[in-house]
């Protein structure tokens, strides 16, 4: 599975999300079917992903987790204990804590 971005795709939800939230960064992904928006808050990390035609595999959502939490997501900056997960579906969020160190 391919993760891309297509941040320049969503100008208006950027746009929004950072006028009307705490977000310092907003991206957009797309794998396939499923869609990602990644934010960076100065308290969290934020991933929703979500799928409109179908649920979202087990195997997209490691996919997905590995991609943001362990490659993209500076390790020393995150509070890994206190990682939550909101799941359904077709809707996953994650929220992740930075660190107050």
């Known amino acids: 599975m391919k993760i891309i971005n297509v941040t320049n795709n969503h100008r208006g939800l950027v746009r929004e999300q950072l006028r009307n939230t ?9 794998a396939g079917n499923t869609d990602v928006i990644y934010t960076k808050a100065p308290s969290h990390h934020e991933i929703v992903v979500s799928n409109k035609h179908r649920a979202i595999r087990p195997d997209e959502r490691k996919q997905i987790k590995s991609f943001f939490v362990d490659k993209r997501i500076d390790q020393t900056d995150i509070d890994r204990d206190n990682i939550s997960l909101i799941e359904t579906p077709n809707l996953i969020e994650i929220s992740i804590p930075i660190s107050g160190e």
């Not at 705490?22 to 797309?30: F, G, N, P, Q, T």
């Open 22 to 30: 705490d977000a310092e960064l907003v991206e957009v992904y797309s």
